[in-house]
């Protein structure tokens, strides 16, 4: 084979460029690795609103990387060509989770991985993280954030709820405030002492406090 037999390139040349059991086993190794990410998300998905269509992406990724990179190895014309198509590509869908970034690159990676035969790496690599994920993931924290919002009638009142507030909380940091005749809001970063939370039932029916609502939240908050 010449320089020049390296770049001619012809359609029924690249049918038997890749063989049909090594197309076979990575697709099957993508599949099987891509259920593993898709299992792992959906069990450590902390988010608002699970997306089962991200899910199913993540899983398809997988697969279609490998796909792709595996036709890149076969052609040295094909890999010069994909550089230029995938180079137009663009993603616009916002991406509502940080840790959603992640799982997108572990995806591409196991495809890229595998295709290039390097499957102890891949299976290895993926077990590893996946392990790392949910032991992390499923950590219990015993200092669970709440936010606490209090609507109160005058400046007394207030500073009554405080008071409470203060007596039954392990900690309370006040987050924001909004006045206006006649009403006061109040919006507290708690820590509770234990899970009971009758206190609210009780801060609820002090005078001059209108409502008492509690959130639980993840702890990232602006302010």
Known sequence: MTFSDIFKSSFLENVTSVSLIDMAVALVLAFGLGLFIHLVYK???????????FSLTLLALT????????????????????VGALSIVR???????????????????????LAAGMIP??????????????????????DNPYIIVI?????????RAKEFLEKQVARAVIKSKSA??????????????????DFINILSEMNGVNSAVLVSYNGDYLG
């Open 43 to 53: 069990k450590t998905y902390a988010g608002v609103m699970y997306s089962s269509g």
């Open 63 to 82: 697969m279609i990387t490998t796909l792709v990179i595996l036709a890149v190895t076969s052609n040295v014309v094909l890999s010069l060509g994909m």
């Open 91 to 113: 993603f616009r869908t916002a991406i509502k989770e940080p840790t959603d970034i992640a799982f997108l690159f572990w995806s591409i990676a196991v495809g890229i991985v």
């Open 121 to 142: 790496l891949a299976v290895g690599g993926s077990v590893v993280i996946g392990i790392i994920i949910l032991v992390f993931a499923n950590r219990k924290s015993s």
């Open 151 to 159: 609507s109160c009638s005058d400046h007394d009142s207030e500073l």
């Open 180 to 197: 206006q005749k006649g009403a006061i809001e109040l919006n507290y970063d708690i820590r509770l002492k234990d899970d009971n939370t």
